[in-house]
């Protein structure tokens, strides 16, 4: 049987095994509502609220102040819509970005097809909004500023700390998507000043449909979806405990492994840069070179056309991906590589590697010489 190398940890990761093994009772033993006022429903209560103060300590918040959710998307539309709704009296402008994640460009359409107002801030060729121009973006009606702290295509992490400070010093809340940030940057949502903030576990090792928001205390937000009491009142349905569960343990480990990891994932992606700029013609870097999320590596092969590049990597068994994977199946070119300036065929022309804990030297090494091969049978059919 071939071998898999899998490079698209930003679509999904692997559960870890130890998160496996703590989430399984809550499948079959552990299978009390969590709701529910008998022992077998209160110990699963117990356990949600241990899961909350795991989350909590990985990102310096009080236990109080996380929300789960069924996914990183739901955390968005929570916190943004929530928001706004809560605090309508206070005005109708939201800012945003051009590069964010569909979860919350397709929410921002939603407002806006309500009455609301959005700016969306440009960016530079890096992926970097200026400052000055948020700035310049506020008015009396703003309410609420989200910027993704590290982008899903490119990489680049924004100056969250001091976008938070501006938000702050304009009574402003200031919310932003980190789905790709945790585990692959250290957060302290005080120090950063940051209102609310979303998360997805399975972008962390641990499972699938389950995320979880930050909402600092004080703020107001209404629920979006109506039923039961749980979650504070803010998020209905029945709580997923497994999920629940899996998430808490998955955030404190990647957290407390989070130099070695890191430093391996870094490791990984300027060997891969350096390979690929020395051994193929005509590439480009897409993103900040350094201020990135350590395993983020894409690149443009001029001249080449991205989906076939998949299709013969994937024939290798190598799992890559052109982009988001919330994106695929879409004809045009990736919006955000549109927003740092690339034309379309560069930006059809884009890969996205993306290194995770199992990933070794000898992978990479095997990477790049598939992709020499490919990309140069790609350029003499064309």
């Not at 009574?171 to 940051?194: L, P, R, S, W």
């Not at 749980?230 to 629940?244: D, H, S, W």
Request: hydrophobic letters at 35%; one cysteine or more; glycine letters at 8%.
């Amino acid at each position: 049987m071939q071998k898999i190398r899998y490079f698209d940890h930003a679509a999904t990761t692997a559960v870890k095994e130890d998160v496996l093994k703590e989430m399984l009772p809550y499948f079959s033993l552990n299978y009390g509502n969590a709701s529910s006022i008998y022992s077998l429903g209160r110990h699963n209560k117990k356990s949600i609220e241990e899961a909350r103060q795991r989350v909590a300590k990985a990102i310096n918040a009080n236990t109080k102040e996380i929300y789960f959710t069924g996914c990183g998307s739901e955390s968005d539309n929570l916190a943004i819509k929530g928001t706004v709704y809560a605090n309508k009296e206070k005005g109708n402008h939201i800012i945003t970005t051009k590069i964010e994640h569909p979860a919350i460009l397709n929410t921002c359409k939603t407002l806006e097809r309500q009455g609301y107002k959005i700016t969306y801030l440009n960016v530079n060729e890096k992926g970097f909004i200026n400052l000055k121009e948020l700035e310049q973006s506020i008015t009396k009606e703003t309410i609420l500023i989200s910027v993704m702290f590290a982008n899903n295509e490119i990489g680049t992490i924004q100056p969250i700390k001091e976008i938070g400070l501006i938000a702050k010093n304009h009574n402003i809340y200031f919310h932003t998507d980190a789905v790709q940030a945790v585990g692959n940057v250290k957060i302290d949502v005080k120090e950063m000043n940051i209102d609310l903030l979303s998360m997805s576990a399975h972008k962390f090792y641990g499972p699938k449909g389950v995320g979880a928001l930050y909402v600092r205390e004080g703020i107001e937000f209404e629920r979006i979806q109506d039923g039961g009491h749980q979650e504070k009142n803010k998020r209905a349905g029945t709580e997923n405990v497994p999920g629940i569960v899996g998430l808490g343990k998955a955030i404190e480990l990647i957290y407390k492994n989070f130099d070695e990891y890191n430093n391996k994932l870094i490791t990984l992606r300027d060997y891969y840069f350096s390979q690929i700029e020395n051994r193929i013609k005509d590439v480009k870097i897409n993103g900040d070179k350094e201020n990135r999320l350590p395993g983020n590596a894409n690149v443009s092969f001029k001249g080449v056309d991205a989906q076939e590049l998949l299709l013969y990597l994937d024939a290798k068994g190598i799992c890559a991906s052109a982009g988001s994977a919330c994106t695929s199946g879409s004809s045009s070119p990736s919006h955000v590589l549109v927003a740092i300036g690339l034309d379309e065929d560069l930006a059809g022309s884009s890969l996205r590697v993306t290194f995770g804990i199992d990933n070794t030297k000898d992978d990479v090494d095997f990477l790049v010489e598939s992709l020499v091969e490919i990309v140069e049978k790609l350029r003499k059919s064309n």
